[in-house]
């Protein structure tokens, strides 16, 4: 009998083995670190990494997946995106959420979903905030990663961060004028950083919105000591830099990354091509091998949000709850319609969205190009929502990112790698993605299409694969 039982429970086990392993069968596979397609291969995942890629037949109890006449692509990556925030809502903790607990309640349980939905695997949220525990509890979601921020009470973001909204994002703040090591040092905040478990650092250079710099900027002396202990501590230190002036502070801090695009040139704002003080600052980027996000998708959705109707997308119906859609239609709804109005001094609706979208993204494709034309690796980071418009939404803004790249002139291969290896490398994950090779993790999208021949072919996601377990796409969608 014990040894019926034992029999028993081997056959249990090799059955539960068999059933948790997968096979994709005679797939044409995509992947950055191929020069070309690699066709009729079939690819053994076991225990949520790849085991196997071989043209020959591969017998095994797995379940298999036909991957004929289709593409097995890496699963993305967004290296720049809020999950704490509400597209039109802010990040959870403000009155226009608060005061909507029920559609801030559907929107928490579907974002994660809409992220898979449009292939995101892999996940980075450079400013978490508390509520990112919606995001990560939820049953289904990417790869988390995460950055922390380090700022002050009287630097960027301009809020006095005493009030418990404050508390939930910035909880990191340093004191400048205390000694190494020191309560709220630069030295003792770094330490407690590498302790979370964050994969970087974030540091804010704004000093006003524009031309304007009446904020305070960290000094270059604790710029100087987060640097130093950040490479003690082996953390990647991320930037926020959208104009000329900030991009070279934050190049003289020595940053590791520079997230946004140069959308503001500052005395150069009417150059119609890249002036020299700017290709210097690039070619500063080029050589010291400096990460770039471009993010155009933060200056598209602020001008998009001011085009009537946009709430009606049928792209949104796929990754937005319904409920929340509706809200949008509300005169609730339009108070950062109101505040862009307000800023606009007058300015019609379309004269708004226009300034956004051709004059400020037009300048952001140009240092895209740049930056490109010198193969230098571009990341892809959405920086969703990137402000409180709701005309960017969760996975689609990603998708639409990855559009605004091959705009700037990314060849289809180069946007593979951007929404792909190149971010794996950056933050030094790419031993385990990025890429469709033995060993790594098998977070991979199958795809009707080849994305190699369509930049929509990212929007034909047929399976997408979480650490080995096959999902549906459509079972990922809205179901309004």
Known sequence: ??????????????????????????????????????????????????????????????????????????????????VSAIPGMGFGV?????????????????????????????????????????????????EYFHCEVITS?????????????????????????????????????????SKSGASCIKLYFEDGYGNASQWQLLTSETLHRIRTSADKHDLTIVAHANALDMHQLALNAQVDIIAHGMWNWGEYNR????????????DIIIDKKIGYMPTQRVITGLGEVMIPNIEDSPQFKKVTP??????????????????????????????????FIYGRVGKGNKIVNYLNNAKHPILLASDFPGSPSYANQPGLTTFQEMKAMAAAGLTLKEVLAASTINNARQFNIQSDYGSVEVGKVANLLILENSPLVSIEAWDTIHTVILNGDPIDRVDLAVHQ
């Open 271 to 282: 150059s119609a091509d890249i002036p020299e003080a700017i290709s210097n600052v690039l």
């Open 153 to 193: 009470k009287n630097t960027f973001p301009y809020v006095e961060k005493n009030d418990d909204k404050s508390r939930s994002m910035f909880t990191y703040l340093v004191n400048e004028k205390v000694g190494i090591n020191e309560i709220n040092s630069p030295e003792e905040i770094v330490s407690r950083i």
């Open 1 to 82: 009998m014990r040894k019926l039982s034992c029999l028993i429970m081997l056959l249990l086990s090799f059955y539960t083995l068999a059933k948790n392993d997968l096979l994709i069968e005679n797939v044409t596979i995509i992947s950055p670190n191929q020069l070309t397609p690699q066709q009729h291969m079939n690819v053994l995942i076991i225990d949520g990494r790849i085991k196997q890629i071989t043209a020959n037949k591969i017998t095994t109890k797995a379940r298999k997946i036909n991957g004929e006449g289709k593409y097995l692509t890496p699963g993305i990556m967004d290296s720049h995106a809020h």
């Open 94 to 142: 403000e009155p226009v959420s608060m005061n909507n607990p029920t559609l801030t309640e559907l929107y928490y349980k579907q974002q994660p979903r809409s992220f898979l939905y449009y292939g995101v695997t892999q996940i980075l949220d450079p400013n978490p905030g508390l509520n990112s525990y919606h995001f990560t509890a939820s049953k289904l979601h990417p």
């Open 322 to 355: 319904k409920a929340v859609l509706d809200w949008y239609k509300t005169p609730a709804a339009q108070w950062f319609k109101n505040d862009l109005r307000i800023g606009f001094a007058g300015m019609p609706d379309q004269s708004i969205a226009e300034v």
